[in-house]
C-alpha cells in the first residue's frame, strides 16, 4: 500500500474499539491490546494514535505491538497524570476511542542496529524489532533496555526469550541503581557497544536527554540515527502547531514523531534543551 492510500485510509475521527487484554508490565506501566484492524492493517512501527478516554482526555499513544493479521494493536501507558491514570485502569471488554495511525514511522535500514530504549520508551522499539524479525533483514541487533531499577524495566523477559531462540540477538539491560544487568545510564551502554563491535543504526526511544547523549555518541562515531520525541500533540495532524520544533517550524505530529539524525541537527535549537507546556511556554529539561 503506498502513502496515498494509508493517508486515505487514517481513522481521523475517534473510533471505539475493544480492550482484548491489559497486561501489567510493572507497577506504574501497562500495556493495553485492543481490536483495530483498520489501524492494525495500515500502521508501522514508531507511529503513534490518539487515544480517547470518554469524559477525561485525549493524549497520543506510540504502538508496541502491530499485528496486521488478527488485527491487534497495544499502547504501553505509564501512569504521569489523569488521561494515562485513566487509560490504564481500563479492563479486558472495556473500550476506547482511538484515531490514527499518524506520523513517520521508522525507516527499517542497516544490518548491525542498536535499539535503545528508556523506561517504556521501549514500547514503539518492541514493534520495531519483531517487524525486523519478520522480514529477517539484520544480521545483529543490539537491545539496550534502561531503567532506574530492575522494577521498571520494560519487555526485558519477552527480549531475552527473543535472544534465546535467535543467536543474533544481544539483550544488555542497565539500572542506575545496578540491580539488574549494567550499572549505568543507557547511552554509557550504547558506547560499550559501539566502542567493541560495528554498528551501522542506532534506534532510540526514551527522555529527551537521554536521546541528546545518544546523539553525541553516534555522531562522533559517525553512525546514522533514528529516534522518537515527544512533544505536546493537540490535533496530530499538523494544524494547531502545538508541537513545532525550533528553529525549522518542523511539525512533530506530521513530519515525525521519528527523526533521523539530519533532521536532529537542524533542530539542535530545542532537542535535548525545552519543550512547551499546553499553553506553548517553553519547560527545559
Not at 255 to 282: H, M
Request: aromatic share 6%; net charge positive; with cysteine.
Amino acid at each position: 500500500m503506498n502513502e496515498a492510500n494509508k493517508s486515505d485510509n487514517i481513522v481521523h475521527a475517534p473510533k471505539m474499539v475493544k480492550i482484548t487484554k491489559v497486561i501489567q508490565e510493572n507497577p506504574t506501566v501497562s500495556s493495553i491490546e485492543m481490536k483495530a484492524p483498520n489501524i492494525a492493517r495500515i500502521a508501522e512501527p514508531g507511529q503513534f494514535v490518539m487515544v480517547w478516554c470518554p469524559g477525561v482526555d485525549e493524549a497520543p499513544m506510540g504502538l508496541s505491538i502491530i499485528d496486521k493479521e488478527k488485527g491487534i494493536i497495544a499502547i504501553t501507558v505509564e501512569q504521569v497524570g489523569e488521561a494515562t491514570r485513566a487509560v490504564c485502569s481500563k479492563k479486558a471488554g472495556d473500550f476506547l476511542g482511538i484515531r490514527g495511525p499518524y506520523g513517520k514511522g521508522f525507516a527499517l535500514k542497516g544490518k548491525k542496529i542498536v535499539a535503545v530504549g528508556g523506561g517504556y520508551g521501549m514500547a514503539p522499539l518492541r514493534a520495531l524489532i519483531q517487524k525486523f524479525l519478520k522480514l529477517n533483514i539484520f544480521d545483529t541487533i543490539d537491545v539496550i533496555i534502561a531503567a532506574k531499577t530492575k522494577e521498571q524495566l520494560v519487555f526485558l523477559k519477552e527480549m531475552e526469550k527473543l535472544a534465546e531462540k535467535n543467536s543474533r540477538i544481544f539483550i544488555q539491560p542497565c539500572t542506575d541503581d545496578g540491580t539488574r544487568g549494567m550499572k549505568g545510564l543507557a547511552h554509557q551502554a550504547l558506547l560499550k557497544i559501539v566502542s567493541e563491535k560495528k554498528v551501522d543504526e542506532v534506534y532510540a526511544v526514551g527522555p529527551e536527554l537521554m536521546l541528546k547523549k545518544v546523539f553525541e555518541i553516534t555522531e562522533k562515531h559517525g553512525i546514522e540515527l533514528q529516534v522518537s520525541l515527544t512533544r505536546y500533540v493537540k490535533c496530530a495532524i499538523g494544524l494547531c502547531g502545538q508541537c513545532v520544533l525550533d528553529p525549522t517550524g518542523t511539525i512533530l505530529c506530521t513530519e515525525g514523531p521519528v527523526f533521523n539524525s539530519n533532521k536532529l541537527r537542524e533542530i539542535k535549537k530545542c532537542f535535548g534543551k525545552y519543550t512547551r507546556d499546553a499553553s506553548g511556554q517553553k519547560i527545559t529539561f
